[in-house]
Nanobody
């Protein structure tokens, strides 16, 4: 069974930082990519960042490049999203997701197979 649990969300002022964590169980099912998505009220869920377990290759949405960093700790089966220079437009529920896609790094919601329940990130101005 694959279970994803996010943590680290909260309320910060613009310009501040947060680090999100996603702990994954990988005993029964194997994932190839771990990603972060976010969804703000009235908007579609959008891709934020992703990383491959095997080689740590990464992909970022243009809106977060240079500000967010995704990383992994294989020993802990945990993926992190370090968010710096946060902006009010970063406010959203952030979801951790796992993909079984073996080629490339997917950036669409339907390409991910398992999802966490989300953690709220609110950036005040």
């Amino acid at each position: 069974q694959m279970h994803l649990v996010e943590s680290g969300g909260g309320l910060v002022q613009a310009g501040g930082s947060l680090r999100l964590s996603c702990a994954a169980s990988r005993r029964t099912f194997s994932s190839y990519v771990m990603g972060w998505f976010r969804q703000a009220p009235g908007k579609e869920r959008e891709f934020v960042a992703a990383i491959r377990w095997s080689d740590s290759s990464t992909s970022y949405a243009d809106s977060v490049k240079g500000r967010f960093t995704i990383s992994r700790d294989n020993a802990k089966n945990t993926v992190y999203l370090q968010m710096n220079s946060l902006k009010p437009e970063d406010t959203a529920v952030y979801y951790c997701a796992a993909s079984l896609r073996q080629i490339g790094i997917p950036s669409l919601s339907y390409e991910y197979n398992y999802w966490g329940q989300g953690t709220q990130v609110t950036v005040s101005s």
